[in-house]
């Protein structure tokens, strides 16, 4: 059965959470493997535009077949919810360039908002540091901020972006303003 068959059950919430896990599954380990057809619907939509598809591909069999507007958000709004409960699956098979990583799918697994790199963005721009506050407020130390400014500046300066690091950030305490929360909200994590 097709995915969107399964979803006129009852228990469709119970299904397309269990069929996006194994989804995820696949496509980390065999994604070329025979599947059922719900999971293959799943696998080819993220594959070819991650959860933006899905969620197109639902819009439209959901409409297709006449389904009441308030399940129809219902289905679209698990599918985000699922998104941000496997956001570091979805950034991996991202980063493996195995489903796409197109700058909004990108963001949006990231959780960052628009408003927020908005606003992360002109922080920088008005001499902030929200990295540093965002570490700061997240109980990372100086050290911890010093060490991953020199990934970042050794990665940079050995794909000849940079021909020499920066000046480190000055050590500040942990009272630093707190940066906007990455996270969409849930729950502090």
């Given at each position: 059965?097709?995915?969107?068959?399964?979803?006129?059950?009852?228990?469709?919430?119970?299904?397309?959470?269990?069929?996006?896990?194994?989804?995820?599954?696949?496509?980390?380990?065999?994604?070329?493997?025979s599947v059922g057809s719900s999971v293959d619907d799943l696998r080819a939509w993220l594959a070819r535009g991650g959860i933006?598809?899905?969620?197109?591909?639902?819009?439209?069999?959901?409409?297709?077949?006449?389904?009441?507007?308030?399940?129809?958000?219902?289905?679209?709004?698990?599918?985000?919810?699922?998104?941000?409960?496997?956001?570091?699956?979805?950034?991996?098979?991202?980063?493996?360039?195995?489903?796409?990583?197109?700058?909004?799918?990108?963001?949006?697994?990231?959780?960052?908002?628009?408003?927020?790199?908005?606003?992360?963005?002109?922080?920088v721009r008005a001499g902030e540091r929200p990295f540093d506050?965002?570490?700061?407020?997240?109980?990372?130390?100086?050290?911890?901020?010093?060490?991953?400014?020199?990934?970042?500046?050794?990665?940079?300066?050995?794909?000849?972006?940079?021909?020499?690091?920066?000046?480190?950030?000055?050590?500040?305490?942990?009272?630093?303003?707190?940066?906007?929360?990455?996270?969409?909200?849930?729950?502090?994590?």
């Amino acid at each position: 059965m097709a995915l969107i068959e399964n979803l006129d059950k009852g228990n469709w919430r119970e299904f397309l959470g269990s069929m996006f896990d194994y989804t995820l599954d696949v496509l980390k380990n065999d994604r070329f493997r025979s599947v059922g057809s719900s999971v293959d619907d799943l696998r080819a939509w993220l594959a070819r535009g991650g959860i933006r598809r899905v969620k197109e591909h639902l819009a439209d069999q959901m409409k297709q077949r006449r389904y009441p507007e308030d399940k129809q958000a219902d289905i679209l709004a698990f599918v985000d919810q699922l998104a941000e409960e496997h956001r570091p699956r979805l950034i991996e098979l991202a980063a493996r360039g195995i489903i796409p990583e197109a700058s909004r799918d990108w963001l949006a697994a990231c959780g960052i908002t628009q408003a927020w790199l908005d606003d992360w963005v002109a922080r920088v721009r008005a001499g902030e540091r929200p990295f540093d506050d965002w570490m700061y407020a997240h109980g990372h130390s100086y050290e911890d901020i010093v060490e991953v400014y020199s990934v970042i500046d050794d990665f940079l300066v050995r794909h000849g972006i940079l021909s020499a690091p920066p000046p480190l950030p000055p050590r500040r305490n942990a009272t630093a303003r707190p940066a906007p929360r990455m996270d969409s909200g849930r729950n502090g994590h």
